[in-house]
């Protein structure tokens, strides 16, 4: 048996704890998102986005600035930017966003499928995919962008999970939920706004053949890696334990849009891929391997798989303790020095 598919065993038994977990601590086990979500990603079970019929074309004001206010906009006035829990209500889920941007044929993106694999989608990939879906013309890929964003995490959500030790916060946990479906709906958003204004736009982590999986020469890798693509747009860079080290740390979500719009970065890429990691920079940090309960991450890098497996038991522990059916840990990204910032 392929350790990919012991992975994919471990986590429909982790999966199926959780669910009896649930019934036992009186906990929905109707609320299956969490479930559906994470199961989708490692097998590529997603249905087609849905992408709303293209109207008159009029992209007068559309550019860098326009994404910037709208993702802020929608960030800062959208009531589903809130925890669900009764014990969290009211509190922000993310603070103000930080959004660049990248040319649809910048060369990265080709580099990407030797760095990443050859399964790696390009932004050429995803506005074919949507085009065909639309029936048009497939737009030219110098007149296409791709839009980055960063939704780092509100403090009680980092504060509580740097004082944890082996699982994630409650409030983790559930932003890990929550915020999930949030950065979704500001896809979705932007997608059905640039349809009215018959422009197309496409989420490639919500293509119907997105997928999370392991492969011989990389380890555990997607389809779309969004954290590549913010480094791509100039956002940051990635850390010891793969997590991306943005000017508001590494606690956070991205997410990400190619669109038929030329954008340009308004940000320099950083000369090397870990330049924000204070490890790299000095060699005396290593504070997010401290924080890994079941040391995935060394001197050598993260070890996805180890980490991966740690991630897929917290499953009936959230659960059962915290009634929320989703896995995460994500305590290498808080208490350390890049957490909600750039170390010195």
Known sequence: ???????????????????????????????????????????????????????????????????????????????????????????????????????????????????????????????????????????????????????????????????????????????????????????????????KRGILAVSPVMMPDFRTKKYESVGWASTWSIRHIAFAAGLGSFGMNDMFISEKGTAHRCGSLVVAVPLEPDRKRHPHYRYNCLHYQTGGCLMCAERCPVGAISEAGHDKNKCGKNVVSSWPHHVIHNNINIYGCGLCSTNTPCSQGIPE
């Open 1 to 195: 048996m392929s350790s990919n598919k012991f992975d994919r065993r471990k986590f429909m038994t982790a999966s199926a704890a959780g669910l009896a977990g649930a019934a036992l601590s009186g906990c929905s086990v109707l609320d299956t998102r969490g479930y559906k979500a994470s199961f989708g990603e490692l097998n590529g079970r997603f249905s087609a986005q849905p992408l709303p019929p293209l109207g008159p074309k009029d992209d007068r004001g559309i550019d860098e600035s326009w994404f910037k206010n709208f993702i802020t906009d929608f960030v800062r006035n959208n009531p589903a930017n809130s925890m669900e829990r009764k014990e969290f209500a009211g509190e922000k889920i993310y603070k103000d966003p930080l959004v660049g941007f990248v040319s649809g044929n910048d060369p990265l993106f080709m580099e990407f499928k030797k760095i990443i694999g050859p399964f790696h989608h390009t932004p050429e990939e995803a506005i074919t995919w949507a085009a065909y879906q639309q029936n048009i013309k497939v737009p030219s890929i110098k007149k296409v962008g791709v839009v980055s964003f960063i939704l780092p995490f509100t403090d009680p959500i980092v504060e509580t999970n740097a004082a944890e030790d082996r699982w994630c916060s409650a409030r983790w946990a559930q932003a890990r939920l929550v915020g999930g479906l949030f950065r979704q709906k500001i896809e979705q958003a932007m997608i059905e706004e640039m349809a």
